[in-house]
């Protein structure tokens, strides 16, 4: 190895089974199996296939947002009194899956996860594209999508202010510093794998196009040692974060006063519901990444099961809402919030509420097995299920609340339209065509935390 | 680039000189030569590594960093600014009375201070990161050393500057080679 002089002192350390990461990986293997992914990996037709099809879902996307900004909301199915149908429960829903990331990132590399290392990067990734198409939809429900803008405190000639006592105004805060944080996070601990993808480049475009966003990183001392302490910060400050951003969007909800709005319960029942689905979403990219990338050896069967054990837990805490609510709704003994509870039993909606229950409750139980948690294919099945089951509960906490209030004479349905179901399975696709993009042009895992949990594993074996 | 300039000035024996470099194979073997390097006296010498180290940069005489204390500034900020942004436009700018209550409803103006108190936080953190280590700073000379591409794979270089005030040519080479490293580089000026 070495040409003259010494030996460095020592051999490059080889990792070591455990668990979270398989043996026979040294620094440079490690590096080059997941810089390659990127750099050198040749085009196959799967994951054309897969891009072009969800290009073309963007596309349609992006035709049907036109006809919507042209038509106007008119073309939902919300009126008087569902004024509110599939464009906030969408809000809800992707921002619930954008939590996982955050959760992945933040909070595991606060308690020391060694199981975070190989999978906060791409969660990271999920978070910020979930987050992306969250965004849209409050702008897409608006009336007037033009003057989105009115919501933020600017030096406007009208001389107003956005009304700060409005959950509506802390959402836009909460989102809009969401996403941005979010994207910083994920940036700062791209930067040494940037500098990576810049040092293995094949040509002379890649390199500059990494170098540039590595920032000429060196890996230096006194860098890393910033690095560090800006990156646990970062989780830091993300972590309180991201339990803020789905409480305060639930107070959209809890702060008016309609029945199956109006509830105490909803911040943490709407946190546990966005980690639920939001691992669900975790899962449901994983298994395929894995496969299609060959990653057996840094995501393994523990990760699986980890994530498994996570949505045991959040879906029973889920679970625990769900109680809580028909609980509370007989026992405050109000005669709306009684009679919202057996219509959501038995009305109009209850197909969805009953389906629900089966995909939040009851399927997420087979979680318990250690079989179940390790079985790839129940586990991807299952992961698809919790996500449907997850939009179901939003889309009735928004719709079968506003349907049936106070006044008999108020009460009214929604239907989904064409355009519902097609912004909602555009965004589904725009979704995954960012991440097809995303797991070509960069590294899926930190190449960097890799190398560490190699040293680490090496260290703890000997 | 300079890289080419670099090249034909490596044959004559006296070629400007921005350091030496010694290439280590493991973490530990790079973590002990900087301990020596600060104890033989070089107080400027750096340490690349394609990973954090724990401890090097403290081996290298870096004292603790100010990034805490920035986060912290930049939270305050964040959270002052947010606070008074809200007073501001709901007490003196735009008074409206909605129902005899209070115009400084401060509870109601919790939400917007804490997310902006995380976005002050943030932008700190980043910033500090940065600006604290003169990034960005796309090109630099240790990048003219051959194969240091290496530091952000799987090799640890030790840098001795020709700017250190304990730094003598023949000297710090015969330095560096006493710590065995795999071989030592040359950093052209």
């Known amino acids: ?123 990271e990734a999920m ?28 030096p406007d000639k009208m001389n107003l202010w956005p009304n700060w006592r409005s959950p509506l105004v802390w959402d836009f805060f909460a989102i809009a510093i969401y996403l941005t944080v979010s994207f910083l996070f994920w940036y700062v601990g791209l930067i040494p794998d940037l500098a990576t993808l810049r040092d293995r480049a094949t040509t002379r475009a890649k390199r500059f196009a990494y170098g540039v966003f590595a920032l000429g990183w060196r890996g230096e001392a006194r860098h890393w040692q910033r690095f560090e302490i800006a990156y646990l910060l970062l989780a830091g400050l993300a972590t309180p974060l991201v339990v803020s951003v789905h409480s305060v969007i639930s107070l959209d909800f809890a702060i008016g006063n309609t029945p199956g709005y109006h509830s105490t319960i909803f911040p943490p029942y709407f946190v546990a519901g966005a980690l639920f689905s ?132 108020s009460w009214g349905l929604f239907i989904p339209t064409f355009w519902d179901w097609t912004i909602l399975l555009g965004t589904l696709c725009a979704f995954a065509w960012l991440f097809l993009v995303f797991v070509r042009v960069l590294p899926s895992i930190s190449i960097s935390e890799m190398r560490l949990l190699v040293r680490e594993s090496a260290e703890r074996a000997s | 680039m300079s890289r080419h300039a670099g090249m034909q000035q490596d044959a004559k024996p006296r070629a400007p000189l921005w350091g030496w470099m010694a290439e280590f194979g493991t ?73 005899g209550r209070p115009l400084n409803s401060w509870p109601m103006f919790v939400p917007v201070t804490f997310e902006l108190a995380v976005l002050g936080g943030a932008l700190a953190a980043v910033l500090a990161l940065l600006i604290g280590s003169g990034l960005p700073r796309i090109t630099h000379p240790v990048f003219r050393a051959k194969d240091f591409d290496l530091a952000t794979r799987n090799r640890f270089f030790l840098c001795l500057r020709s700017d250190d005030p304990a730094f003598e040519r023949e000297g710090a080479a015969r330095f560096l080679d006493s710590l065995e490293p795999m071989r030592r580089i040359e950093v052209p000026a």
């Not at chain 1, 043996?23 to 990996?41: E, N, Q």
């Not at chain 1, 987050?131 to 989105?148: E, K």
Request: aromatic share 16%; proline share 4%; hydrophobic share 55%.
């Open chain 1, 1 to 123: 190895m070495s040409m003259n002089a010494g030996s460095g002192r020592g051999a490059p350390p080889t990792s070591a089974d455990i668990g979270v990461l398989r043996a026979g990986w040294g620094y440079a293997s490690i590096t080059d199996k997941i810089a390659d992914l990127v750099l050198t990996r040749p085009v196959r037709w799967p994951w054309l296939v897969a891009f072009f099809g969800t290009f073309l879902g963007t596309l349609v996307l992006l035709g049907a947002i036109g006809y919507l900004f042209v038509r106007g909301v008119g073309i939902f199915g919300v009126d008087i009194p569902v004024a509110w149908g599939f464009a906030i429960a969408n809000v809800v829903w992707w921002i619930g899956i954008g939590h996982a990331g955050t959760f992945i990132s933040a909070v595991l590399l606060l308690l020391r996860q060694k199981w975070r290392t190989s999978i906060n990067r791409f969660a």
């Open chain 1, 127 to 154: 978070t910020l594209f979930a987050v992306a198409m969250a965004g849209l939809f409050p702008i897409l429900h608006l009336g007037r999508p033009w003057f989105f803008y009115w919501i933020a405190p600017y």
């Open chain 1, 278 to 409: 939001g691992f669900a979403m975790v899962l449901t990219l994983t298994i395929p990444l894995r496969r299609a990338f060959g990653l057996y050896d840094f995501i393994t069967d523990v990760h699986l099961d980890h994530a498994g054990k996570v949505m045991l837990a959040t879906g029973w805490l889920l679970a625990y809402g769900y109680a809580c609510e028909i609980f509370v709704a007989f026992y405050s003994g109000d005669e709306f919030e009684i009679s919202m509870t057996i219509d959501r039993w038995t009305g109009f909606y209850a197909p969805v509420y009953w389906a629900m229950m089966f995909c939040n409750v009851l399927v997420p139980q087979l979680l318990w097995f250690r079989r179940v948690r390790r079985n790839v294919v129940v586990l991807f099945a299952l992961s698809l299920v919790v996500n449907l089951g997850m939009w179901m509960e939003r889309v009735l906490i928004v719709v079968s609340s506003l349907h049936r209030d106070f006044l008999p004479s």
């Open chain 2, 27 to 99: 973490a530990d073997a790079l973590l002990d030569a900087a301990r020596k390097a600060h104890d033989a006296g070089y107080r400027r010498a750096e340490a690349y590594s394609p990973f954090h180290v724990e401890g090097l940069a403290e081996a290298l005489g870096s004292r603790r960093t100010h990034v805490p204390a920035i986060v912290f500034l930049g939270g305050l900020a964040g959270a002052v600014g947010g606070f008074f942004m809200q007073w501001y436009a709901a007490v003196v700018d735009y008074p409206i009375n909605v129902g």
